[in-house]
């Protein structure tokens, strides 16, 4: 039997988030546009593979902050200020990055609610994945001019883990100014030994990264935060890789094996969504549903309205709920698209017909088969 290694995952990978900091992007307030320019390029062979492609990137505040005078911003509605000045700039840049490749940019702010929340969870990543259909590279970065202190998600590393998370993506790529996590800072002390691969994140990988090591990335994050967002990509079946993002062409030099720390994931991201959906779901609410819609089902289909014959119990949209057949057993749980209310009056209708029922367009589905777990 051969073995996958990581770098056959990351050339099988379906779905990709890449993550960059601000010392990558800017440099005393401009634009590394060359570099821009290249890790574009990286993204369109990427793409060119098949492969989907999300970007988080940071550098709002660092492209911003000279716009609003010579001190450096400190206070919290400065910085604010700062990335609302620097986000439009950014955006320039990766459009101008990607235009000789013919790919749409296309910006998405998020705040924290957006992906913890799972109503807007939903609309969240119902909008990214319209954007890969339509053959766009979405480019996340937080919403920092509203986010205040308690609804941050504060790093981008974090971010990007619960992006990843969201989209079921493969492989999370942390593009940081050292080529992975040593087990002591590398320029200070010269035993320190680069760890090429883990399967488990433990204390003394954490003592690692504190200490000497906690500043070995320029940005907000460093080697704490890569690690707690590797542990929470790790949980959603997506593995991590932390590499040397400064030189041109990041990408291409780790698929030539260029110097990195793995942190590998023993799930997929579908096994972990249905550990996650199973495990972690108490039921707000049912649905019941006829016997056809029961049948289709198990063979892996979402719940269409047509095969909704009732609910019970008075739940928002984004909430779980158990699914019943007609006998009353319950064969799955998952998360409604739907409010019960809208549910009750959609009930056995065909999907073309929410929008004249319901006075929106809602999703196709009731529930989504992502979204669904069967008990068995
Ligand atoms: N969102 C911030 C920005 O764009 C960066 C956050 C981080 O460095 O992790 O400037």
């Not at 409604?336 to 073309?352: C, E, F, M, N, R």
């Amino acid at each position: 039997m051969t073995r996958e290694t990581p770098l056959d995952r990351l050339a099988s990978a379906k779905r990709i988030v890449v993550k960059v900091g601000s010392a990558l992007i800017a440099d005393a307030g401009s634009v590394r546009q060359t570099w821009l320019n290249s890790l574009a390029s990286d993204i369109a062979a990427r793409r060119t593979a098949g492969q989907e492609v999300i970007l988080v990137s940071s550098g709002a505040i660092a492209l911003g902050r000279n716009k609003l005078g010579p001190d450096r911003p400190r206070k919290l509605e400065e910085k604010q200020a700062a990335a609302a000045l620097g986000q439009p700039l950014l955006m320039a840049a990766l459009t101008q990055a990607f235009a000789p490749h013919n790919t749409p940019v296309a910006q998405t702010l998020l705040t924290l609610e957006d992906t913890e929340n799972r109503r807007r969870w939903l609309n969240a990543r119902a909008t990214l994945e319209a954007l890969l259909g339509a053959g766009a590279v979405p480019v996340i970065n937080e919403n920092d001019s509203v986010a205040t202190d308690e609804i941050r998600y504060g790093d981008n590393d974090r971010l990007a883990a619960r992006v990843a998370q969201m989209m079921g993506a493969d492989i999370l790529v942390l593009l940081s100014d050292i080529d992975g996590l040593y087990t002591a800072d590398p320029r200070h002390n010269p035993e320190a030994e680069h760890l090429p691969i883990l399967t488990d994140i433990t204390a003394d990988h954490d003592a690692m990264a504190s200490g000497s090591n906690a500043q070995a990335d320029l940005g907000s994050g460093g080697m704490i935060t890569k690690l707690t967002a590797a542990r929470i990509a790790q949980s959603a079946g997506c593995s991590t890789v932390i590499t040397l993002g400064s030189k041109d062409r990041p990408l291409q030099a780790l698929m030539n094996g260029a110097r990195a720390t793995w942190i590998l994931s023993t799930l997929t991201p579908d096994t972990a969504r249905q550990i996650w959906l199973k495990g972690h779901l108490t039921p707000e609410g049912s649905i019941s549903i006829d016997a056809g819609a029961a049948t289709a089902l198990a063979s892996g289909a979402s719940l269409l309205p047509v095969g909704v014959v009732t609910t019970s119990g008075d739940f928002a949209r984004g909430a779980a709920v158990a699914i019943k057949d007609p006998i009353g057993t319950t064969i799955a749980k998952g998360i409604s698209a739907y409010s019960s209310a809208d549910i009750t009056q959609i009930a056995g209708l065909h999907s073309d017909q929410i929008e004249q029922e319901l006075g929106y367009r809602g999703r196709p589905a009731v529930v989504h088969r992502n979204d669904l777990v069967l008990e068995r």
